[in-house]
């Protein structure tokens, strides 16, 4: 078990009628602590990179090779996906460095701009062999608008399918960036009506996965409810960084002297990798209680 592609993993979690976990690297503990997650589930995982985080490490390479790096190294199959990419060059970088997944994110764009750039990034992304994701209906968060009235139209989200190629979309159906408390409502009917708008695109035979981002503020029941109604790779960053972060506050109050990094991050990593591993499970429907999708 290594390095693999998100197709691979989001494939299968389809077919299965179950979902896939894909977590935000921040930084080389976060990916560390993220493939531990994975290896103490047993299931695969998808460690993600957003633009964001590239923007941080002042260029994509430095974190990207690290990160790849640890997925390799690891005993679970762990894909390495680029994250919310506004501009189309960071796109190819990432192709270049090796991903075996993009998202190109228009959603803030006009329809017909969306439709005309991320067509041209899919194109340039199948010729490498790269698994695409797209973005239709803007999620709210991250620039302060947190607006839970935006949802993806089905027609629309067929229509944007067919034109662009893409391999995965992310839909807007309740949740929002950002969250640190988990009260977010998801439209479930909403989730099915998408699903099976692309099961009929006719573009393959298995419909085009549909991802959730800002699963951060979405509870466990919830999650496993829109799982089960059609969504297949979940996407969290929020949730976990407030493990590692909390880890880290508990460790610096309990002795004032430390000074050794490494001896507050080595429990901050523990603690994500734990969070992890249970969402993970949570995801695959193998949690306590939690019942697979219907056929």
Do not use: W
């Amino acid at each position: 078990m290594t390095l693999v592609s998100a197709r691979e993993l989001v494939t299968d979690a389809a077919a299965r009628g179950t979902g896939i976990g894909a977590f935000n690297v921040i930084h080389l503990e976060t990916a560390e602590g993220l493939v531990r997650a994975s290896e103490a589930a047993r299931l695969p995982v998808i460690l993600q990179i957003s633009q964001n985080c590239a923007d941080y490490h002042r260029g994509l390479e430095p974190i990207a090779l690290a990160t790849l790096a640890v997925a390799r190294r690891a005993q679970t199959p762990v894909a390495v996906h680029l994250d919310h990419a506004e501009r189309p060059e960071l796109v190819d970088e990432a192709i270049a460095l090796g991903f075996g997944s993009v998202m190109f994110d228009g959603g803030a764009l006009p329809y017909d701009d969306n439709v005309a750039i991320t067509a041209a990034v899919a194109e340039r992304a199948h010729a490498a062999g790269v698994y695409i994701e797209g973005e239709l209906g803007e999620v709210g968060g991250k620039d302060g608008a947190h607006a839970p009235g935006v949802r993806t139209d089905p027609d629309e989200a067929r229509a944007f399918v067919a034109a662009t190629g893409v391999d995965a979309l992310a839909v807007a159906v309740g949740s929002s960036h950002a969250m640190t408390d988990r009260t977010a409502s998801l439209d479930l009917e909403l989730i099915g009506r998408l699903r099976k708008a692309l099961e009929r695109s006719g573009r393959d035979e298995q419909a085009v996965p549909l991802v959730l981002h800002g699963s951060s503020g979405v509870a466990d029941a919830v999650i496993a409810d829109a799982v089960r109604a059609g969504m297949t790779k979940i996407n969290v960053s929020t949730h976990l960084n407030g493990f590692f972060t909390r880890a880290i506050r508990s460790t610096l109050d309990t002795d004032e002297k430390l000074v050794d990094s490494r001896k507050y991050l080595s429990p901050a990593r523990e603690a994500l990798a734990g969070e992890a591993a249970r969402m993970l499970r949570l995801f695959a429907l193998e949690s306590a209680g939690v019942a697979g999708r219907p056929a």
